[in-house]
């Protein structure tokens, strides 16, 4: 439980310097009658990242054979922990989940391929929260290398 008076329902709190990231549960409570003190509880968020969307357009190249360009673009998101039951929920579409972000709605239009720390993985799943998004980003269980 924490005291701040300017704090509101659904909104996220981070600490400098660390970057941890909470967010508040339920309605703040008024504790004092000037409205000076709330108090409210939080949930531990994991800590920001930084998200390269990668969107893919068929184009045609100087012969006319259609070809995939890619385009990307930076997001932030904040890392959750990965479920014991998304295990089972990822091998339905042939994946082995890797991580799991929460991003403001508006920043997602549906790419299918994300880089996270120089590395590609697909978004295999989207769930709207309100107004963030859960992504949940993995590989393919053939394409897994042994030495990554």
């Known amino acids: 439980t924490w005291f701040r008076p300017d704090i509101a329902e659904d909104c996220r709190i981070k600490l400098l310097p660390t ?3 909470y967010e508040v549960v339920g309605k703040p409570e ?5 409205n ?4 409210f509880r939080v949930r531990a968020l994991g800590n920001e990242i930084t998200i390269t969307l990668i969107s893919q357009t068929e184009a045609l190249d100087s012969i006319r054979q259609p070809v995939m360009e890619e385009s990307t673009r ?3 998101g904040i890392m959750l922990e990965l479920q014991e039951e998304e295990y089972a929920h990822a091998q339905q579409y042939l994946m082995m989940p890797a991580f799991r972000f929460r991003v403001f709605v508006g920043e997602y239009n549906g790419e299918h391929f994300a880089l996270v720390n120089g590395k590609r993985y697909h978004i295999y799943r989207a769930q709207g ?10 590989e393919r269980i053939g394409d897994i ?3 990554s």
């Open 129 to 138: 929260v309100s107004d963030y998004i859960e992504l949940y980003l993995g």
């Open 74 to 76: 930076d997001i932030s």
């Open 30 to 34: 008024n504790i004092s009658m000037r």
């Open 36 to 39: 000076q003190f709330c108090k």
């Open 19 to 21: 970057g941890e990231m």
């Open 145 to 147: 290398s042994v030495n």
